[in-house]
T-cell receptor, first 115, second 116 residues
Framework: AQKITQTQPGMFVQEKEAVTLDCTYD???????LFWYKQPSSGEMIFLIY??????QNATEGRYSLNFQKARKSANLVISASQLGDSAMYFC????????????FGPGTSLSVIP | GAVVSQHPSRVICKSGTSVKIECRSL??????MFWYRQFPKQSLMLMAT?????????EQGVEKDKFLINHASLTLSTLTVTSAHPEDSSFYIC????????????FGQGTRLTVV
């Protein structure tokens, strides 16, 4: 069975500082994709970054980067230069190719950026 | 990115009635759509996977007769909560994929259902 673990229920970071949100995953499927989504209080899911299981390099998207350590089955999100608007819930998610590409989510981390 | 529109965004219904939630892909054809449920301060729980023209695949523990899913076209999937009860009150959100080789999943805005 597939599973996503996020061990940090809540995190605080000072504005303009960098923060790392942890994510570990478990799957026996050799082909999978890992995502990070941001969910502000409005409820919409905002795609941040994607990493494929066969990608050799860590993904980066602007201020977001994904620290992918395949052997450890971890896919931590790094947000550089935090902004007040980054305060939200962050979900790590995994797409499993052998299951209709369904996407399962971790429990989430609530990030609060302090001015 | 592609746009997924979910309607309504909020709905209040009486206990015992049915509620239909629509999920539309506006600028792409969605071969597969996913329906999730989210309780306050919790994660998204996958309810079912909906493939166009075939029956939905429900996750373990999800009542298929309670949550009817129809994916009649490549741009529309509907979730009907039948005989709703207060415990069905939740945030329901859909997502869609365009086809093979996709990366990100495109999400609708979500529907907040309150059963009174």
């Amino acid at each position: 069975a597939q599973k996503i673990t996020q061990t940090q229920p809540g995190m605080f970071v000072q504005e303009k500082e960098a923060v790392t949100l942890d994510c570990t995953y478990d799957t026996s499927d050799p082909s999978y994709g890992l995502f990070w989504y941001k969910q502000p209080s409005s409820g919409e899911m905002i795609f941040l970054i994607y990493q494929g299981s066969y990608d050799q390099q860590n993904a980066t998207e602007g201020r977001y980067s994904l620290n992918f350590q395949k052997a450890r089955k971890s896919a931590n999100l790094v947000i550089s230069a935090s902004q007040l608007g980054d305060s939200a819930m962050y979900f790590c998610a995994m797409r499993v190719e052998t299951s209709y590409d369904k996407v399962i989510f971790g429990p989430g981390t609530s990030l609060s950026v302090i001015p | 990115g592609a746009v997924v529109s979910q309607h309504p965004s909020r709905v209040i219904c009486k206990s015992g009635t049915s509620v239909k939630i629509e999920c539309r892909s506006l600028d792409f054809q969605a071969t597969t759509m996913f329906w999730y449920r989210q309780f306050p301060k919790q994660s998204l729980m996958l309810m079912a996977t909906s493939n166009e023209g075939s029956k939905a695949t429900y996750e373990q523990g999800v009542e298929k007769d309670k949550f009817l899913i129809n994916h009649a076209s490549l741009t529309l999937s509907t979730l009907t909560v039948t005989s709703a009860h207060p415990e069905d009150s939740s945030f329901y959100i859909c997502s869609a994929r365009a086809g093979g080789g996709w990366t990100e999943a495109f999400f609708g805005q979500g529907t907040r259902l309150t059963v009174v």
